[in-house]
């Protein structure tokens, strides 16, 4: 299967500053990457749609300024949290589907403390 | 809307056979089946396209019932790697944006 890369694994940080983590499709070309959200004990929220060369596409409910995304290439994909506060702990993961392809392959996830 | 998955946990003997189910109440284009273990990512399993397809690799199979939207994941014969917890995906038209059901914590003893 094709595979995608996260950075960080893991990020401790303090309280109000921002965090960003990145998201590669290592062997393949991906116009979309999508961004995921999962609390313990809890399943997947999608959080964003990245899109290449555009504007995310966030979810209800999610805050476009406090989760920026940008996906300025092709393989590449971030999202940072601005102003990170406790309740942004949480385990973030990226997706992204080979072009063509129905399949979305996921990163190893980074999970977030703040402290 | 979230996916329906049943049963919420199950726990079996190694060789024992599971099935996992996730219903929707919207029309259905696909259905993604992931293998999450404690502390890590979603791994692909499996994707059942609209078309009332049925897969299977070793002994994981799953079918997709467009007319009733409904999937199920079957594992036979588990073995204790088979533990952790399995999610249905679900996408709706051409739209590529998955929802997940809640989980199926499966538990493989020996």
């Known amino acids: 299967g094709a595979v995608v890369s996260q950075h960080p694994s893991w990020v401790i940080c303090k309280s109000g500053t921002s965090v960003k983590i990145e998201c590669r499709s290592l062997d393949f070309q991906a116009t979309t990457m999508f961004w995921y959200r999962q609390f313990p004990k809890q399943s997947l929220m999608l959080m964003a749609t990245s899109n290449e060369g555009s504007k995310a596409t966030y979810e209800q409910g999610v805050e476009k300024d406090k989760f920026l995304i940008n996906h300025a290439s092709l393989t590449l994909s971030t999202l940072t949290v601005t102003s990170a506060h406790p309740e942004d702990s949480s385990f973030y993961i990226c997706?992204?589907?080979?072009?063509?392809?129905?399949?979305?392959?996921f990163g190893p996830g980074t999970r977030l403390l703040v402290l | 809307q979230q996916p329906v998955q049943s049963p919420q946990a199950v726990i079996l003997r190694e060789g024992e056979d599971a099935v996992i189910n996730c219903s929707s109440s919207k029309a259905l284009y696909s259905v993604h089946w992931y293998r999450q273990k404690h502390g890590e990512a979603p791994v692909f399993l499996m994707i059942?396209?609209?078309?009332?397809e049925q897969k299977g690799h070793d002994k994981i199979s799953a079918s997709f019932n467009e007319k009733k939207q409904q999937s199920s994941l079957y594992l036979t014969a588990s073995q204790l790697s088979y533990s952790g917890t399995y999610f249905c995906g679900t996408t709706r038209g051409s739209a590529r944006q998955l929802t997940f059901g809640s989980g199926t914590q499966l538990t493989v003893l020996p």
């Open positions: 059942l396209l609209k078309g009332g």
């Open positions: 997706s992204a589907p080979p072009g063509g392809e129905e399949t979305q392959y």
